[in-house]
Structure formats: C-alpha cells, structure tokens
C-alpha cells in the first residue's frame, strides 16, 4: 500500500526530509516515529497554500474551525511554551520594578555586557534591591536589627543610596548634571555603577577580571 501525505507545511516537509532523529520538538519527533512504524512506502507533499486547491482551502477551512474551539485539553510541548512566553511583551507589574524598569523590554542593556561576571552579578542583585549589602533586605530576612541607612537613618534600599544617600551625594553630582532617579538602573547602568562604586567599593572594577590586589 502506497501512502499519500499533502500538507500545506514546507517547513514540515523539509524537517521530515532530514534523516536526523535529533531535533527539539516532541511533536515532531512523534511523526517520524509514525511514519517509521509503517510498513508501507510514505510520500510527503507539499501543496503550495492558497492557490485555490479545493481540498487545501477545505483544510485551511477546518483549521479556522479547530482553532476557534476549547484548546483547553490539547497538549503543548514544552518548546510550544517557551515559544510562547519567549514571545510575550516583557512587562513589569510590580509597583518598585515599575519605577525601576520604567516600561523597558529589557532589564539590561548592551553596556552591561562589557562588564565583568562579578559586577554584573552585584549590580544586578542591587537593582532589584535583594542584595545582602544593603541593610533594608538584610533586616527584611532577619540579618540586622534596623533597615536604616548609618549616615541618613532612612531605609537603606537601592533607591535611597542612588538617589538619596549623603555617601553618594558628590558621586551624583560628579556624574550626572540634574537630579538622578531610580529609573536610571536601567536606562544609564554605567552612571549609576560609578555613582555606586562609592558605596560599593566591588562595582568599581567593571572592566579588569579582578581588583587589584593590595601588597
């Protein structure tokens, strides 16, 4: 028995015209374990879309029907879900990520990528204001008694050192020629490194593997 397979789908014919079992979709990899088991001689073809071929415009039309019903209980592979999320508009909802991230796709920006593992890392960390070195998260788990910076005896979240703290105040003006905002993290990360360098002595050696070392 001879089987006939038309489909619409080029890029399906394609991937099933490589030998290879190696490839990431489940789905995919279901097909051609199918198309293995039978014992009878397959052919693939593939039918150009819209081109007024009666039974491709009678799938095209059950695919609308299909798509238009309860997905609820069909199964997605893992890559279908990842594909989905990767292609979801980046948006933050919490309140402090808002003022922070100020509405931007991306939480980085290419600067960041010249920077060494470590202040990335610290950087980062200080950004979403769950750093160690910061004394309102270290109260928040239980490290110190007050969340208070020792010179402004305010919170000392990441928004207070940038923006507020007498420790960075000549760094501000060093740095930046008007009024510096939290929002900055993002938008100008390498002001805001320099500014906190001088709160945070690690974030000055952005561009050496190491500090240097004291002899």
């Not at 930046?176 to 939290?182: D, I, L, N």
Request: proline share 5%.
């Amino acid at each position: 028995m001879l089987w006939l397979i038309a489909t619409d789908s080029e890029s399906l014919v394609n991937s099933l015209s490589n030998t290879s079992w190696k490839v990431k979709d489940e789905w995919l990899k279901l097909i051609k374990k199918m198309l293995a088991e039978i014992q009878s001689k397959v052919t693939v073809l593939w039918i150009p879309s819209h081109c007024d071929i009666e039974g491709n415009e009678r799938a095209d039309e059950l695919a609308n029907r299909g798509r238009l019903k309860d997905q609820k209980e069909v199964p997605v592979t893992q890559a279908i879900v990842k594909a989905k999320i990767k292609a979801r508009k980046w948006t933050p909802t919490h309140e402090r990520a808002k003022e922070v991230y100020n509405g931007r796709l991306k939480p980085k920006t290419d600067v960041e990528s010249k920077w060494t593992k470590r202040v990335r890392s610290l950087f980062s960390r200080l950004r979403t204001d769950h750093a160690k070195e910061l004394a309102a998260y270290q109260h928040k788990i239980g490290k110190v008694e007050s969340p208070n910076c020792s010179e402004c005896n305010q919170p000392e979240t990441i928004k207070h050192v940038l923006c507020e703290c007498v420790k960075t105040e000549e760094a501000r003006v060093r740095n930046w020629p008007g009024k510096v905002h939290v929002s900055m993290l993002t938008s100008e990360p390498e002001t805001c490194r320099r500014i906190l360098a001088h709160r945070f002595p690690a974030l000055r050696y952005a561009h050496t593997q190491d500090p240097p070392k004291h002899i």
